[in-house]
């Protein structure tokens, strides 16, 4: 995935607002698009090849990460039926190939020793992979792919991943002009 993120294309300025906005990402993206999507299970395989993306308890986190983990897993739960983690969790470890992703995390969040760690959730009733990173959660959504009937339907599942595709060059641009 590494390799894939850096070498992800970025998209010119094109109006979010116009009616040709997905057109115009589907044109530039369409022999990007990765079909079939992906198997949880295979994500996790990938991530952890590429980036070492290791299964942690919850007792293992650190307080901040914690408290990240519950908030994925409850996210849109209504407060009283908001439950401990038990889903399955997964740590990015800081390394050269993930620091990228931690780069954009610590500016977003206040970093304090070695807290919080980026963590990757699966949420079985959503069968959407979620992070706290939200640069991170993007690039596995694109990455893991869409399946072509969802694709050809040209539905929410069509118009979400176009999106990301989109929001994900958007970073990325974000990311090199800053460097500049």
Known sequence: MNQYICN???IGDISTTDSSFLPSVYNFYKNDIIMPKKSPDGMILLLGKEYGLHKVLYSELDRMTAESAISLINYNKPENTLKFPTNDIWQLPQNLATSRFYKD??????????SPKIILAYI???DYLMSNSSFFETAIYVYRGINED???KKGPEYKHYLNNMFLLSEVLKDKTQNRL
């Open 8 to 10: 992800y294309r970025t």
């Open 105 to 114: 995390f610590y500016e977003r969040f206040v970093k304090i020793g070695d």
């Open 124 to 126: 079985p009733d959503k």
């Open 150 to 152: 969802d694709f050809n």
